[in-house]
């Protein structure tokens, strides 16, 4: 994936044992306030190509790992959730993720007659499994409560779930499950090739 800073400096460790165990080091800079960002990669192989993984932010530490595969206006609206978790807002906190998910909706295509709709669309498409369709819409029902209950108050322990398990949802969807696709076709082009040599 491509990197919008200005990159300033690379470092490349790597185990002299094994040369697939590797880490790309990035000091660059941010286009938009110039500040300092660091950044760690660990090189990956998929059949013969070989490539580095998706960039790990070390610096600045803002206490959730963000995946920068995300597209920016999803990233965007998760940012602005954790500056509101930050700041104790809690709700508020609650009310930015259920964005993010109908964010995540349309992101990816899906737009139903409400939230509801468009979740269970995902499912149906197999965007999502029925685990992340569970998260989802218990987010989208927070999200609900937040917004239109003024009764009701949300805890920190309850802001930082929801602010989890939405990035869960986002990781599994722009990562993991891509990653997890490619396994599975090297794996299989592995036995096929052994069934071959038998």
Not at 155 to 175: E, K, M, N
Request: glycine fraction near 4%; proline fraction near 4%; hydrophobic fraction near 35%.
């Amino acid at each position: 994936m491509s990197f919008e800073g200005e990159i300033l400096h690379d470092y490349i460790s790597e185990n002299p044992h094994d040369w697939v165990e590797a880490y790309k080091y990035t000091l660059s800079k941010c286009p938009k306030c110039e500040s300092p960002i660091f950044l760690e990669q660990e090189r990956e192989v998929d059949f013969d190509i070989v490539y580095w993984g998706t960039p790990k932010t070390l610096y600045p530490q803002i206490d959730f790992h963000i995946n920068p595969v995300i597209p920016d206006k999803i990233r965007e609206s998760l940012l602005e959730s954790i500056q509101c978790y930050k700041a104790k807002s809690y709700t508020a906190t609650t009310i930015m993720c259920r964005r993010v998910i109908e964010g995540f909706c349309i992101t990816k295509g899906v737009k139903g007659r409400d939230l509801k709709s468009s979740i269970e669309k995902l499912k149906k498409e197999g965007i999502i499994n029925e685990q992340l369709y569970e998260w989802a819409n218990e987010l989208r029902l927070l999200g609900n409560e937040a917004a239109h209950n003024i009764d009701v108050k949300f805890s920190a322990t309850d802001a930082r779930d929801t602010l989890d398990f939405t990035i869960a949802i986002l990781d599994f969807s722009y990562s993991f499950k891509d990653k997890f696709e490619k396994f599975k076709q090297r794996m299989q082009t592995n036995r096929n090739t052994q069934q071959g040599e038998a």
